[in-house]
C-alpha cells in the first residue's frame, strides 16, 4: 500500500509513524425440503464430481447471503427473535444436566413450525458455554458431490446479523484434502442455514466454519472427522451435525425406524448405522415392522447420514465421549395429525468425560475478542452516520459514545464496497484517536479521498456496504516462514524509505498460498522489485491482526 501525502484536513494529523494508508487495491413443509427439488445433479456437476475437480468459479470474500429465510424461518429480525426465544425458553430442563466438555449436538434442519421446538432442547443446553468457533455440518439437498464442500466468505448473513466466517480454519481444512471450498454447493440449501439463527440466539460471538456433505460415505466422513479433531483440538470448537430421521412412513413404523437410530446414535455404532442406513437403501419405502413391532428389515433413515457419522467418529476419538438424547418427536407428534406425511427428529448432545485441552493462548498481536457484537454495530452506525451527514452538508458529525472501549485509542481501516466490488478504503496504523473518531475520520477519507476512485455521491449511498478492520497492536516478525500464519496475519513491511502493508484478508482472497508468495507481493506493493527482499538485513518485518465485520442489508 502507498502512502497518501495530500490527503484532506480530516488526514493531515499524521503523526511521527504514524501512516494513513490505501487499502490494497486486490481487495476486492414437514420434510427436509419445503420445496420439491430434483436430487439428481447437473450435467457440469456431474463431470466435477466424476472429475474431483471444483467447478471454474470467481473466489469470493464477499458476504454469503441467506438462502431460505422467510421460508423455513422468518425473514423479519424481530419475529425471528420472538420465535427463537418463544421454543428456547419452552426447552425442558433437561438440557442444563448436559455437563463436562460439550463436543456437540446433533439437531434436525425442517421448519421450525415443525423441528424447531426439537432442535430448541439442544441450542438451549448450550447456554452461558462459550466457544471460539461453530463447526456446522449440513446435508446437501439438491447436489449431489463426492467431497465435502467448504464456504469461502467473508461472513454469512441470517437476518439477526453476519457470522464471521473463520476463513484461516477453511484453508487448513481445504489443505487437509478433507475438503474443498465451493461456494456453489451451498446455494438454494437450508439444512446448515436454519441452524444459524438457534445458534446467534444460544451463543454469543462466534466463528462459523460452515461445511456441507452430500454423500454419506464412510472413508469420506472418517477423513473429515481426523482432520476436525487435528485442526480444532480444544474445547473452544463446538460441532454441530444437521439432520432429520424418517421420511413418509406410516406413523408406527417412523417411530420404530428413528428408535433404531437412536440406539445405534447413543452407542456410538457409527458402523451399525451405516449398515442400518444401507438395509433402508435397499428396502425404500417397503419397511415393514415385524411381530415384535421393530422395523423389517432392521434399518434407519437419515437425510443428515453424512454430518451424523462424521460427528460419531470424531466422538469416538475421545475416551468416554457420551451421547444424551435430549428429545425425540415426528412432525405428526407436533402438528397433532399422524395420519399424513410423517418426518423423525431428534436433538442430542455429544459430551466428554475427559474434556480437551483449553485452547492456547493467544499471542501478542492476535485480535481476541476485544470488541463485542454491540461495539462492533455501534462502529458501523457512526460510520454509516456520518457518512449520510457528510455527503448531505459536508458536515462532520460528532458523537458522543457510551461504550468504553470505542474511547479508547485505536487503529484501523474503513472500506467501502459498491455491490461487492471496492469503492473506497484507508486506514491509520497507528492508534492516535479514539477508535470511534478513528471510524468517523476514515469513513469520509475512505468516500471521498482515495485517489483510485471517484468519491461516493449522495446518491449512491444506498448502494454502499461500510467494512472495519480493527487492527491489533503490530509485533516484530523474527522468523517470517514460522510467526506468519496466512488468513490470520496482515504484514507491515519497512525498507529503507520504503513502506508497504497488507490486510489479513488479502492473501486469502488472493488464494496465496505460501508466506513466500505473501510476502514477495508485499515486497512489490513497497515498491521494492526484488523477490525475497524481506529477507534482508535492511527489512523490518512487523506482523498485525484485524477485527473485521460489515454491515448487513447494503449488498
Known amino acids: 500500500m502507498k502512502t497518501n501525502d495530500q490527503n484532506s484536513s480530516l488526514s493531515r494529523k499524521l503523526l511521527t509513524g504514524s501512516l494513513l494508508l490505501f487499502c490494497a487495491s486486490l481487495l476486492c413443509a414437514p420434510s427436509c425440503q419445503e420445496k420439491p427439488a430434483d436430487s439428481r445433479p447437473a450435467a457440469k456437476e456431474k463431470k466435477a464430481a466424476a472429475e474431483n475437480k471444483p467447478p471454474k468459479t470467481a473466489p469470493s470474500a464477499a458476504v454469503f447471503l441467506p438462502q431460505v429465510a422467510g421460508g423455513f424461518y422468518p425473514a423479519d429480525a424481530g419475529d425471528l427473535k420472538s420465535l427463537l426465544s418463544r421454543q428456547l425458553e419452552a426447552a425442558t430442563p433437561a438440557a442444563a444436566k448436559v455437563k463436562g466438555d460439550l463436543l456437540g449436538i446433533f439437531v434436525p434442519h425442517a421448519g421450525y413450525r415443525y423441528s424447531g421446538p426439537v432442535a430448541a432442547q439442544a441450542f438451549a443446553a448450550l447456554h452461558g458455554r462459550k466457544y471460539e468457533r461453530v463447526v456446522v455440518l449440513g446435508p446437501a439437498h439438491r447436489r449431489n458431490f463426492a467431497q465435502p464442500a467448504l464456504l469461502d466468505a467473508s461472513a454469512y448473513r441470517t437476518p439477526l446479523g453476519d457470522i464471521p466466517i473463520d476463513r484461516s480454519a477453511i484453508k487448513r481444512l481445504a489443505a487437509s484434502g478433507a475438503a474443498r471450498v465451493d461456494e456453489s454447493k451451498f446455494r438454494d440449501e437450508h439444512a446448515l442455514e436454519v441452524e444459524l439463527p438457534f445458534l446467534q440466539a444460544s451463543l454469543a460471538d462466534f466463528k462459523l466454519v460452515p461445511i456441507m456433505i452430500s454423500r454419506a460415505d464412510p472413508a469420506a466422513t472418517l477423513k473429515l472427522a481426523r482432520a476436525l479433531n487435528d485442526i480444532f483440538p480444544s474445547k473452544d470448537t463446538l460441532f454441530v451435525a444437521s439432520t432429520d430421521m424418517s421420511h413418509d412412513f406410516p406413523y408406527e413404523v417412523a417411530v420404530a425406524m428413528d428408535k433404531n437410530a437412536i440406539r445405534l446414535i447413543k452407542a456410538l455404532d457409527s458402523k451399525g448405522l451405516q449398515a442400518a442406513y444401507q438395509e433402508y437403501r435397499r428396502a425404500g419405502m417397503g419397511v415393514k415392522l415385524n411381530k415384535d413391532g421393530r422395523p423389517e428389515p432392521n434399518c434407519a433413515q ?254
Open 302 to 555: 437419515l437425510c443428515g447420514m453424512g454430518p451424523v457419522l462424521t460427528l460419531l467418529e470424531l466422538a469416538r476419538m475421545h475416551p468416554a465421549a457420551k451421547v444424551e438424547i435430549l428429545d425425540v418427536r415426528n412432525s405428526g407428534d407436533i402438528v397433532g395429525d399422524k395420519s399424513s406425511r410423517i418426518v423423525g427428529y431428534f436433538s442430542a448432545t455429544v459430551s466428554l468425560e475427559k474434556p480437551r485441552p483449553a485452547a492456547k493462548k493467544k499471542t501478542s498481536g492476535s485480535t481476541g475478542d476485544f470488541l463485542n457484537q454491540e461495539e462492533k454495530q455501534a462502529l458501523l452506525k457512526i460510520a454509516r452516520t456520518t457518512l449520510e451527514v457528510y455527503l448531505d452538508s459536508k458536515e462532520v458529525k460528532d458523537f458522543e459514545p457510551t461504550l468504553p472501549k470505542l474511547k479508547e485509542p485505536g487503529a484501523a481501516f474503513v472500506t467501502l464496497k459498491k455491490h461487492g466490488r471496492l469503492k473506497g478504503c484507508i486506514g491509520y496504523m497507528e492508534p492516535v484517536d479514539p477508535l470511534w473518531k478513528m471510524i468517523r475520520d476514515r469513513v469520509i477519507d475512505a468516500a471521498v479521498h482515495d485517489s483510485r476512485f471517484k468519491p461516493v455521491t449522495k446518491e449512491e449511498l444506498k448502494d454502499i456496504t461500510i467494512e472495519i478492520s480493527v487492527l491489533s497492536p503490530r509485533v516484530l516478525v523474527k522468523d517470517p516462514l514460522k510467526e506468519i500464519v496466512i488468513g490470520r496475519d496482515g504484514a507491515w513491511l519497512e525498507i529503507g524509505r520504503s513502506r508497504g502493508v497488507f490486510l489479513p484478508q488479502v492473501p486469502v482472497e488472493q488464494h496465496w498460498d505460501t508466506v513466500e508468495i505473501y510476502l514477495d507481493h508485499l515486497c512489490r506493493k513497497a515498491r521494492v522489485n526484488q523477490p525475497g527482499c524481506w529477507k534482508s538485513a535492511e527489512a523490518r518485518l512487523q506482523r498485525f491482526t484485524a477485527l473485521v465485520f460489515s454491515e448487513a442489508g447494503h449488498e
